[in-house]
């Protein structure tokens, strides 16, 4: 998802995504750990887009106050 996708996106679905990406990273570390992924970058691809969109939801917040 491009950042372009994830500001067209409502807060409110925004925040819903966070909430799904996060716990599929927890997933994903966990069954790492366990057994290796055939693609490890998965995880640094999940965890950076967790920040893109964690960073659009901070933008949107301050552009409120």
Known sequence: MKI???KELSTK???ERVD???GALSQMKIN???SP???PAQIK???RMIA???TILRE???NQQ
């Open 20 to 22: 799904a990406e996060v």
């Open 45 to 47: 691809k999940q965890r």
């Open 52 to 54: 893109r969109m964690k």
């Open 13 to 15: 679905e925004l925040l």
């Open 4 to 6: 372009a996708e994830i």
């Open 60 to 62: 949107r917040e301050l």
């Open 32 to 34: 790492h750990s366990i």
């Open 37 to 39: 992924v055939d693609n």
